[in-house]
């Protein structure tokens, strides 16, 4: 009788309410931080709807796959775990083992490789794994790497491009801003946005990337893209956080202000590292980038995230199914 497979799509989790904020931080951050941080998150929180869509959503997407599956004919089961917050890994883990997986896929909805999410989503799947019944939990390659993830953005981008009035509209791609002394040498992450940009751009008719510092058309940026043709685009970082020292970049913010003096007069945000909303688009782009963007002059327009879009399930799929039959190991 073949092995049941269980698929566990992990992730950093979010409050699912305004009392939640808190208690989610103090997971996320390992000590109980201030009541002025936590005043300010439950501000953001309250300003994008009173908590976090991402775990909704993740257990939705976790439904979705399992159905894609089984209509592929895969009798395979999945559930979603948060890192921070619930259904954690643990628990998700023991549903599939009570549904009868025998051994599990794991696959990060973090698209992109880094080891402040997916070396964590990591230690806490094996960790959990040892007091269960569990033969094996093998792992699914970056998201980033199927076409259908990459084709979204591509398509999403195309069709931003084409709605938006602006005569010298500047795109720029972005994921998360990590600070650079978290990085290790040749570090994956860095790497695999510049790649994925290059390939969206591409798809999308955009000019062919490469490194430019401190051009005339951008003075002061320093970035992997390009400022040929009637539309620029370059692949950049947002999100930054309040720790000392130097950041992964260049940041939306500044490349905006800088924008706005040198003749553009639109932005298009591509929000590739990102497959599900959260605080990093709701907020950080929706309420203070927008906002900035008006202030600056600039029309401002973000493509949508993955979400639950078939496209997504489709590339979860694609990262999942080399690993259904015992065996088998990712690429």
């Known amino acids: 009788m073949p092995v049941r497979t269980g698929v566990l799509l992990t992730a950093f989790g979010g409050p699912d309410s305004l009392e939640s904020v808190g208690p989610f931080m103090s997971r996320f951050m390992g000590r109980e931080p201030s009541p002025q941080i936590v005043a300010s998150a439950r501000e953001k929180y309250r300003a994008i709807g009173g908590y976090s869509p991402l775990p909704g959503v993740a257990g939705g997407i976790a439904v979705s796959l399992e159905a894609h599956l089984r209509d592929c004919g895969h009798d395979v089961v999945a559930a979603a775990g948060m890192r921070y917050w619930e259904p954690s890994i643990d628990s998700a883990l023991e549903d599939l083992q009570a549904r009868g997986a025998e051994r599990v896929a794991m696959v990060s909805l973090s698209a992109f490789e880094s080891q402040v999410t997916c070396e964590a989503f990591r230690t806490c799947a094996l960790e959990a794994s040892q007091g269960l019944e569990i033969e094996d939990v093998c792992e699914a390659p970056m998201l980033h790497k199927a076409p259908q993830y990459r084709a979204f953005f591509a398509e999403e981008c195309a069709?931003?491009?084409?709605?938006?009035?602006?005569?010298?509209?500047?795109?720029?791609?972005?994921?998360h801003s990590l600070p650079v002394a978290d990085l290790v040498p040749d570090d994956p992450y860095p790497g695999g946005l510049r790649e994925v940009a290059g390939a969206v751009a591409a798809s999308a008719g955009l000019a062919e990337g490469a490194d430019f510092v401190d051009d005339d058309r951008l003075p002061g940026v320093s970035a992997f893209g390009s400022l040929e043709g009637p539309v620029?685009?370059?692949?950049?970082?947002?999100?930054?956080?309040?720790?000392?020292?130097?950041?992964?970049?260049?940041?939306?913010?500044?490349?905006?202000?800088?924008?706005?003096?040198?003749?553009?007069?639109?932005?298009?945000?591509?929000?590739?590292?990102?497959?599900?909303?959260?605080m990093e688009t709701l907020w950080d782009l929706d309420i203070e980038a927008m906002e900035q963007a008006d202030e600056l002059g600039l029309r401002f327009t973000r493509t949508p995230v993955p979400n639950d879009d078939?496209?997504?399930?489709?590339?979860?799929?694609w990262a999942v199914e080399p690993l259904l039959s015992v065996g088998n190991d990712p690429d």
Do not use: C
């Open 159 to 175: 069709r931003a491009l084409d709605s938006i009035e602006a005569e010298r509209p500047l795109v720029m791609m972005t994921a």
């Open 232 to 278: 620029a685009w370059l692949q950049g970082y947002q999100s930054k956080g309040a720790r000392p020292g130097a950041w992964l970049g260049p940041d939306l913010a500044g490349v905006m202000a800088i924008a706005a003096e040198n003749g553009y007069d639109a932005v298009v945000v591509v929000p590739i590292g990102f497959a599900i909303d959260h």
């Open 310 to 317: 078939h496209r997504f399930i489709e590339a979860l799929s």
